[in-house]
């Protein structure tokens, strides 16, 4: 398991994943060529932290936009970080989504009514 930092372009997304510090961040587009191949390291890492025996894990999410093939793939990280929980990590989720960006907040709804799991919601004030 590594640390995983990339930085943001036009269509993907910054990815940071300390699993030192139990901490994975991913802020800003994702609309990628190959989703599955983009976010494939982080499912993998965070498959390895669950059997790390680290006790608590943070994710913090803050898109402006992601496509389907992005949205599927966020899924796949969300069920990750569910299996997280089961084998007994605190997982604290965190999304962020700009003020009055409802299709953003309710995405994030969606995926924690789907997967059954506690999303803080933050409001960034323009």
């Known amino acids: 398991m590594e640390k995983i930092f990339i930085e943001p372009t036009k269509v993907t997304p910054l990815i940071n994943f300390d699993p030192d510090e139990g901490m994975l961040e991913m802020r800003g587009r994702s609309s ?7 976010y494939a390291k982080v499912i993998e890492n965070l498959e390895e932290y669950a059997s790390s025996g680290k006790d608590s894990f943070t994710a913090n999410f803050a ?10 793939c966020l899924f796949d990280v969300f ?9 007994g990590i605190s997982v ?5 989504y700009e003020e009055g960006d409802e299709d953003m ?21 323009e």
């Open 79 to 87: 069920k990750r970080l569910g299996k997280l929980e089961d084998g």
């Open 32 to 38: 990628p060529e190959n989703s599955i191949q983009f």
């Open 63 to 72: 898109f402006e936009y992601f496509n389907t093939s992005s949205s599927k």
């Open 92 to 96: 604290i989720i965190n999304w962020y």
């Open 105 to 125: 907040m309710e995405a994030g709804e969606d995926y924690c009514d789907l997967l059954d799991l506690e999303f803080n919601f933050m409001e960034i004030e």
